[in-house]
C-alpha cells in the first residue's frame, strides 16, 4: 500500500527566501506523485504533478517539484516565498486511481 | 468550467440527526472521491466510485456513513444518526480516470455535530 510522509510539520520562512518543504512516499510501482495546496477554508488546490519524464516538474505560482527515485522523495521548492504562499501542503501519492495524502505541512510567512 | 460544487458548505447539526453532504462532479469526469479532514487524522479517502460504481469503501468509518451515486452528476453522503466525533470537512473530489490521476477538489463541507 502507498504512503507519504511529510516529516515537517510547521514551516516558517522570511518573505522573500528560498522554500523546500519535503515529502517521502513509499509506493511498490511507478507513482503518480502531486502537490496540493490548501488556504484556510478552501479547498485543495493542485500545485503540480508528475506522471513521468523529466524528473524537474513545474507547476503554479513559481512552485517546482523534483522527483528522486532513488530517495523515493518529491520535494517542492521555490526560490523566493511570498506572503501569499502561506497555508497548508499536501504531498501526495496516487496508484489504482486512489490519492494517499501526507499530513501536511503549515508555512508560515514571516515579513 | 465548473469545478467540484459541494452542498452544504457549512452544517451544524445536533448529534443524532441525519446529514447529507451532496457533490456536483465536474462535467465528464467518471470517478468520484469522497474525502474527510480532520486535525487528528488528516485526510483520509471514506470511498470512490468509478462510473457511479463503489469502488473501495474500506474507508467509510462505520455503517452510520453511507454513499450514493445514482447517476454521473451527483452523489451524496449521508451520517445517520451523526455523533460529535463527525464533526470535521468533507471534500468530494473528482477526476477522468482515463486521463491520469488528477483529483480535483470541491470547496467542503464543514461539518458540526453539537
Known amino acids: 500500500a502507498q504512503s507519504v510522509t511529510q516529516p515537517d510539520i510547521h514551516i516558517t520562512v522570511s518573505e522573500g527566501a528560498s522554500l523546500e518543504l519535503r515529502c517521502n512516499y513509499s509506493?511498490?510501482?511507478?507513482?503518480?506523485l502531486f502537490w496540493y495546496v490548501q488556504s484556510p477554508g478552501q479547498g485543495l488546490q493542485l500545485l503540480l504533478k508528475?506522471?513521468?519524464?523529466?524528473?524537474l516538474v513545474q507547476g503554479i505560482k513559481g512552485f517546482e517539484a523534483e522527483f528522486k527515485r532513488s530517495q523515493s522523495s518529491f520535494n517542492l521548492r521555490k526560490p523566493s516565498v511570498h506572503w501569499s504562499d502561506a497555508a497548508e501542503y499536501f504531498c501526495?501519492?496516487?496508484?489504482?486511481?486512489?490519492?494517499?495524502f501526507g499530513a501536511g505541512t503549515i508555512l508560515r510567512v514571516k515579513s | 468550467d465548473a469545478g467540484v460544487i459541494q452542498s452544504p458548505r457549512h452544517e451544524v447539526t445536533e448529534m443524532g440527526q441525519e446529514v447529507t453532504l451532496r457533490c456536483k462532479p465536474i462535467?465528464?469526469?467518471?470517478?468520484l472521491f469522497w474525502y474527510r479532514q480532520t486535525m487528528m487524522r488528516g485526510l483520509e479517502l471514506l470511498i470512490y466510485?468509478?462510473?457511479?460504481?463503489?469502488?473501495?469503501d474500506s474507508g467509510m468509518p462505520e455503517d452510520r456513513f453511507s454513499a450514493k451515486m445514482p447517476n454521473a452528476s451527483f452523489s451524496t453522503l449521508k451520517i445517520q444518526p451523526s455523533e460529535p466525533r463527525d464533526s470535521a470537512v468533507y471534500f468530494c473530489?473528482?477526476?477522468?480516470?482515463?486521463?491520469?490521476?488528477?483529483?480535483?477538489f470541491g470547496e467542503g463541507s464543514w461539518l458540526t455535530v453539537v
Open positions: 501526495a501519492v496516487g496508484g489504482g486511481n486512489k490519492l494517499v
Open positions: 509506493y511498490g510501482a511507478t507513482p503518480y
Open positions: 508528475y506522471f513521468s519524464g523529466d524528473t
Open positions: 462535467s465528464g469526469h467518471n470517478s
Open positions: 466510485f468509478n462510473n457511479n460504481v463503489p469502488i473501495d
Open positions: 473530489a473528482s477526476n477522468l480516470r482515463d486521463r491520469g490521476y488528477t483529483i480535483y
